[in-house]
């Protein structure tokens, strides 16, 4: 079984009963994982890094629902769209321009492509090096 998947149902629960947080949730994810180098494989990694943004109840909550067919479901239909799109790892940007042609993008070091793409006006502020 893969190390990760109690999470990513977990995020999947959090997409479906609390979308609001669903961005904090990745970003403290990320931050536990990539910036703290704590094991997001453990329960109790990734059940406190949520607990910061959602609170323990919530947590407790997202928990159990994680379980549940409804969050497996979502992750399962989330997983078989990344492999029809073309994923192959993390970030995957899928684009959609004003004429409606789709390509995927691959990497934080791609988001200039995404950008150019997309029609979008360049700015040097911020990601300038990504860009």
Avoid at 80 to 85: K, P
Wanted: proline content about 3%; hydrophobic content about 45%.
């Amino acid at each position: 079984m893969d190390r990760s998947r109690a999470a990513m149902r977990a995020l999947s629960a959090i997409s479906l009963h609390h979308p609001a947080h669903l961005t904090a949730c990745f970003a403290t994810l990320y931050t536990t994982f990539w910036v703290h180098r704590n094991p997001i494989s453990q329960p109790q990694t990734w059940t406190a890094a949520l607990t910061s943004v959602l609170g323990e109840t919530s947590t407790r909550e997202i928990v159990r629902l994680a379980g549940e067919a409804e969050a497996k479901e979502l992750l399962k239909a989330n997983t078989d769209l990344a492999v029809r799109e073309g994923a192959f790892g993390l970030p995957w940007f899928v684009a959609t321009d004003a004429e409606g042609r789709r390509e995927g993008f691959w990497g934080f070091d791609h988001l200039g492509q995404v950008v150019d793409f997309l029609g979008l006006e360049r700015r040097d502020e911020g990601f300038r090096a990504m860009l």
